[in-house]
């Protein structure tokens, strides 16, 4: 074990001053749901030679604790020191260390650009993954992560002057999506599911001792979680400033030559606050802009704020004239109405949460569920003693059947470890028993928002399109004439209480023949305000148009339908045969705006006109239908309420309708028509007008990487240098990890290429182990990176079969725009997404340092590389995750058939009197193959018989290099480049393990 201390910078190594048996390391998963910070205690004698700068340190001291090279503690010395002497006599000064906890995530929040920081519908992993960015903690997605937090979607603007630190964030965020989070050993920051009851459930060994148990009283049978849902507003007025307005001008404001709007008496900024004429809570404004009408000698300046805007007119020479001055948005989230979701009501202990970005049902039903059971399973909690080395987190059946008689499943919530001496050691456990997951009966209760009282901004009309037609019919004579003599159809787009104005758009023609089947007859090929269409013969009986929204076919605004009405045929001599009986109705079909939750923002245009034809003669509407030529109709709607019908003379006007509900994407209104032909003879029919949805989507996140994503061998380089080989190198440069502790990312690592030299010209390139891809397949690569006084580059080679490159992806650039450090947010993000030629077979991350800009010598500092497949359609990089670690070899199989006899000649192709030459041959082909990490050496310059038995070759090799003293290490790596997992002799034979040679 090895303890450091980095004092004002400087490291130390205390481990041979701390009192072993004083060490004691504290690792809680949580209390009552409260994340809590791991601790370390640990005594060091007063004679150590550190004792004057602990006494004087002014910043942090850091506390790095490592066993065998891995990490068990990373943190912070706390002011909680004592001094005393122990029981044997010994002067010393006890320390406590904690986590980083406290010391990063109760900060201030800190945006990146200094204002404010903004998440647009961004999924809560993201935000997660971008405090933790921000706070200077790595951030790794544990075995207890779900992948469920890549769908919920976050809506929140947090300003730095309002002085919110991380963890007030991160905590209610988590909790309301069932999580909570850890510090781990290396410092990073883990997740926790708190539904997951582990299948990893295993009996305590049999030392157990049963220390404690207390019954729980924090038992609750009834669950309420209290959240608002979100609503979408579009094109809406977000503030107004309507002083000294008028019937003519919205306001007037005068600013005086040389002032500025707002005023200020102490001069500071003063910002306009976004708000909603309704009175709901803004959560985010997307899309703000200023709308004012002012003196053209005035200047104005505005930026966005998320929440409010800074908004300033400025006065010329000359006083400021203002007529108009409102702020609009394209999108404006704002809270709904309040729910609450209760898991099995009638509990008689009741527990209220109040969620702050729940914002779905389905959401708050889960949370609901869990809080259920995790409660009502806590039945008790016990206190044990175990020599067995468990995880906090984790499940285990806690079993002890000789005094207590216990059999229970539990979660391991805290973990204490004691230290006998440096080989010996205990530990003590915090236990809550859990029990299986039940889902429970929910009920839901809505509250309606609350209404301000002052009267807000007005919000922007909504905007509806429709298609009008000079003759609603076209009249069939006998003889198969049609007056007129085409269709013609107008489009229009219609805002607000505004008149209608033409509107270009694309449309398609449909024609029937009995009335029901239509057949598509044309196709715009460019937006237009109009269409006439002539019917193809006197068999049409009916011809539609469809508008679209500008720009082509995709999106429906509108439909209309002239039907042909027909006079009836000639009878026999003496009598006319009677006209056929037709209702039209103007708006067949209608799509109403709705917002991306349906709730429907505008039913303007969405009622119709009713016409009822004999033959080609128009019925007169009376409301009453029993006198001769006259009819009336009645509506019946499913899925929403009709609009009142009107009597217009000759028609019936329809007015629009209301209350489609929000989970209502189509409705109907049936309209049942009845009245007397001319004759007096009774009919009555049917006719369906059909209503949709037009609704606002939103575009979703880039998704969370999911597991084995990153592809790049000793991504973390916990490996060191492994897998990591210099191509072009020059000037010459050195590769490492971990430089020092300036320049190491607490909690990680860092690699570094370093340059000793001022050379300016050339460059150096760093490879990562040869990584598999698919011709025309789109991957993307990053890395964290730090230039000091360099370039830092990132980029890939691509190769094809014969190992030669057949391109590069793009270089994304570090211009010294960070220089690297301690915390990753001193690191810049460089990477980009790219399409693999058609050829290629396999790729390399390439780190490139260019030549020193400045000084003696340069770095080029990186952590967290990355490649992996691009997900469909994806723009932007994911976050980081780690490289898949390859899980443990599977057990060795069944002895195979012995093959038959070899040919002596093949064994002894290398004997110890092997001229050395021809080793050094060999070894130099195999060590070039294994800094390329291409496929396994054809070995060029060796016979062909000894090429064709290449296996016989590097066996007989590895126990030449045994007998002649030849590093160890690049046999082993020869046996490795294989594919075989290792080697081993037995009487002088070298055995390859792992599979069959190639």
Known sequence: MTINLVINDVGYDVTNDVIIESM????????????????????????????????????????????????VFTGFLTDNWSFGVDAKGRQQISLVAEDCLNKKLKKSWQSLNGKQTVYNNVSAISVVSDICSLAGIVFVTSSYYLGDLDTKKIFKVIRDVDDVQYYSVLKPLLLDFGYTFYIDESGSLRLYKLINTGSDVAPIISDLCVVRLEKNRTRYDQINVNWKSVKTLSNTVVFEDTTGADDTNPCN?????????????????VLSQYQLQTGEKILLVVGAAPDVVRSPSSTLSFTDLGLYADLKITAGASPCSITKLRITATTVYAENETNITTSNKGGKKKYKYDAQYLNSTSAAEELADLLYNYFNNLDFSYTVKSKADLLVGSFVTLSEQTFSGISQKCRIVKKITRYKSITSKSYEYSIEAVGAATVTEKEIERIAPPKNNTVGPQGLPATVYSISSASPVLAKSVAGVFTPAAASFSFFS?????????????????????????????????????????????????????????????????????????????????????????????????????????????????????????????????????????????????????????????????????????????????????????????????????????????????????????????????????????????????????????????????????????????????????????????????????????????????????????????????????????????????????????NAVYARLILRKSGTISGSDSYFFFTQPLFARASPGQTGLSPWTPTAIQGPQGSTGPTGATGPKGNPRSASALKRDTPPSQISTMVNVISTGLRQQESPPTFPDLSTSMKRNSPSIITCLIRTMHSTGTSCSLSLAVSRLWGFSGYQTRHGIVLLKGRSPP
């Open 253 to 269: 404001i005068t600013v005086e030559a040389g002032a500025v709007y707002p005023s200020s008496s102490d001069g500071q900024a």
């Open 24 to 71: 004691v390391f504290t690792k809680p998963l949580f209390r009552a749901l409260e994340p809590s910070s791991a601790t370390f205690n640990f005594s060091l004698l007063q004679q150590s030679n550190i004792y004057d700068d602990l006494l004087t340190a002014i910043d942090e001291i850091e506390c790095l604790v490592t066993e065998s090279g891995v990490p």
């Open 494 to 838: 219609t805002t607000g209480t505004a008149a209608p104005v033409p509107y270009a758009g694309y449309w398609k023609i449909y024609e029937t023949t009995d009335g029901s089947s239509w057949v598509l007859k044309e196709t715009a090929s460019a937006n237009a305000t109009g269409k006439t269409r002539t019917p193809t013969d006197s068999s049409v009986n009916g011809i539609r148009c469809e508008l679209y929204a500008a720009g082509g076919v995709t999106t429906l605004l509108d439909t209309l339908t002239v039907l042909v009405v027909s006079d009836g045929s000639t009878g026999t001599p003496g009598s006319t045969g009677a006209s056929a009986i037709s209702g039209i109705l103007q708006n067949e079909s209608h799509s109403v705006p709705a917002d991306a939750d349906g709730n429907v923002t505008s039913y303007t245009g969405s009622g119709t006109e009713i016409r009822v034809y004999e033959g080609a003669t128009l019925l007169a509407y009376d409301g009453v239908g029993t006198a001769n030529g006259s009819w009336k109709v009645t509506a019946a709607g499913t899925g929403i309420t009709p609009g009142g019908i009107s009597d217009s003379g000759a028609f019936a006007t329809v007015a629009v309708h209301s209350e489609m509900p929000a989970g209502t994407a189509i409705a109907t209104i049936l309209y049942t028509i009845t009245g007397k032909t001319s004759a007096g003879v009774s009919f009555s029919f049917t006719k369906t007008q059909t209503i949709t949805k037009a609704k606002t989507g939103a575009t979703g996140e880039q998704g969370i990487r999911g597991a084995n994503g990153n592809e790049c061998y000793n991504s973390t380089l916990e490996n060191g240098t492994d897998g990591w080989v210099f191509g072009a190198n020059s000037p010459v440069s050195t590769f490492g990890v971990n430089l020092s502790l300036d320049w190491n990312l607490l909690g990680g690592l860092t690699g570094y290429i370093r340059q000793s030299s001022a050379t300016a010209g050339g460059y150096s390139d760093l490879h990562s182990r040869s990584i598999p891809v698919i011709g025309g397949e789109t991957y993307e690569y990053q890395v964290r990176s730090g230039a000091h006084r360099c370039k830092a580059e990132v980029f890939v080679y691509w190769y094809d079969v014969s190992g030669a490159t057949v391109g590069n992806s793009p270089l994304y650039a570090n211009n010294g725009e960070m220089a690297g450090g301690k915390y990753l947010t001193a690191y810049k993000l460089i990477g980009g997404i790219a399409t693999a030629p058609a």
